[in-house]
């Protein structure tokens, strides 16, 4: 196990600083050529046609489509998880996990040490003994400045073919029907079949690696036939890739010509995360936050109330969501660039975590995003001004400590 490298420099003018003007000169905002080839330059990665999407919106269907296909593996089974708990969802894949093994299936899961803390020893070692290979990223016994850093993502790759990432980790809050409602978590997480996926696998394996595991051969992703989706891969890790990431973010936002609609779990963001959707309501961009109205991390709400009066001045509606605790992590642009993964809009999400997320280019997921994240906001309570500003002293108080705390969430 090695340092976090240092991070490596990504040119000014490609920058989360500067990116928006840049994109946003582009004649046909976000269906505009050129912001793809922005991102992928941006990024150092090819943007993958070819590709087939079914967003979730459901943990229960989420969880039937990947052990379906992990029922369906030949050959391998990647599967990382912040969350791999050892309850009925996390048991269900364990047997779907050691079945494939039983077949033949080369399988390995990683999961983070600090996320699965609650997770039994025994459960680790029942997959080793159906001959899966496990590893914790950073464990407690490893270096203490390792500990820190935490790899956050949440991805099932299955013969290269099918990739999953979202905000789903592996457990009954995620997804259950014997859960009541409020306490299912709402959230999103998508499945894509084509050559995202063999990049998925290259993904994993750093990960992997990083975590003490061998080093499996990788494969070439084809560009694919130019038909489907177009996906590009935003992955990130202590060290690597957030300023590519941020600065991707930014180009959408700057590239959004009507609509920029955001839900986040964890809002506790840089201050110019508010530059930037404030400069797209003054193009006259409907930029919309669908935020937790509860959360399982009150202190992180509380820092994301501390930004609240600066955006609602300048003319970002929020909304905070009520009937479940919201756990999405998404954006959508004009309805054709569409974004989910497991990246935050906090700091730990850009300075402490392995992040991964899909940017799909694709009018049909971005249909589906706008109606969905509509039906959330209607049930949402929208934040307004004049009471906002009415709110009582204590709270401000908590904001604002709050706020000052969030480097360090």
């Keep these: 196990m090695s340092a976090p490298p240092k991070p490596a420099r990504l040119p000014r003018e490609l920058s989360a600083v500067r990116i928006g003007e840049v994109a946003g000169a582009l004649a046909g905002g976000v269906t505009d050529p050129g912001l793809a080839d922005l991102l992928a330059q941006i990024q150092g990665r090819r943007i993958r046609s070819g590709n087939r999407v079914r967003v979730f919106f459901e943990g229960e269907a989420a969880f039937d489509a990947m052990v379906e296909d992990i029922a369906r593996a030949s050959s391998e089974v990647l599967l990382e998880s912040y969350i791999l708990k050892d309850d009925a969802v996390g048991r269900r894949f364990a047997e779907a996990l050691a079945a494939a093994a039983a077949r033949g299936v080369e399988v390995r899961v990683l999961a983070d040490a600090f996320g699965s803390m609650a997770t039994r020893s025994a459960f680790w070692r029942s997959l080793e003994a159906a001959r899966v290979a496990v590893r914790l990223y950073h464990p407690f016994s490893g270096p203490l400045r390792f500990l820190p850093f935490r790899d956050h993502r949440k991805i099932l790759v299955v013969d290269r073919r099918a990739s999953y990432t979202g905000g789903m980790n592996i457990g009954e809050e995620y997804g259950s029907s014997v859960l009541p409602r409020e306490r299912v978590f709402r959230d999103t997480h998508t499945r894509v079949e084509g050559p995202t996926a063999a ?211």
């Excluded at 590239?255 to 840089?270: E, G, V």
């Excluded at 642009?333 to 850009?350: P, Q, T, Y």
């Design 199 to 409: 990049e998925m696998a290259g993904v994993f394996r750093g990960a992997w690696v990083a975590a003490g595991g061998d080093r499996f051969e990788e494969t070439d992703p084809s560009d694919g036939d130019g038909t489907g989706a177009r996906i590009l891969v935003l992955d990130s890790r202590p060290g690597r890739g957030a300023r590519e990431v941020s600065a991707a973010l930014a180009a959408i936002a700057g590239a959004a010509r009507r609509r920029l609609w955001m839900t986040t779990a964890y809002f506790a963001p840089r201050p110019r995360v508010c530059n930037v959707l404030g400069r797209a309501v003054a193009r006259g961009v409907d930029v919309r936050l669908l935020l937790p109205g509860r959360t399982d991390v009150k202190l992180v709400r509380h820092a994301g109330h501390g930004f609240f009066s600066r955006l609602l001045a300048r003319g970002v509606r929020i909304f905070e969501y009520v009937p479940a605790v919201l756990h999405a992590k998404t954006m959508v642009a004009d309805a054709s660039v569409s974004v989910i993964g497991s990246s935050n809009l906090d700091f730990r999400s850009f300075e402490r975590n392995a992040e991964c997320n899909f940017a799909i280019f694709d009018a049909e997921v971005g249909a589906a995003m706008e109606r969905r994240f509509q039906e959330d906001t209607r049930e949402a309570a929208e934040i307004l001004p004049p009471a906002w500003r009415r709110r009582p002293a204590v709270h401000r108080l908590g904001d604002a400590v709050a706020r000052r705390l969030a480097p360090l969430l």
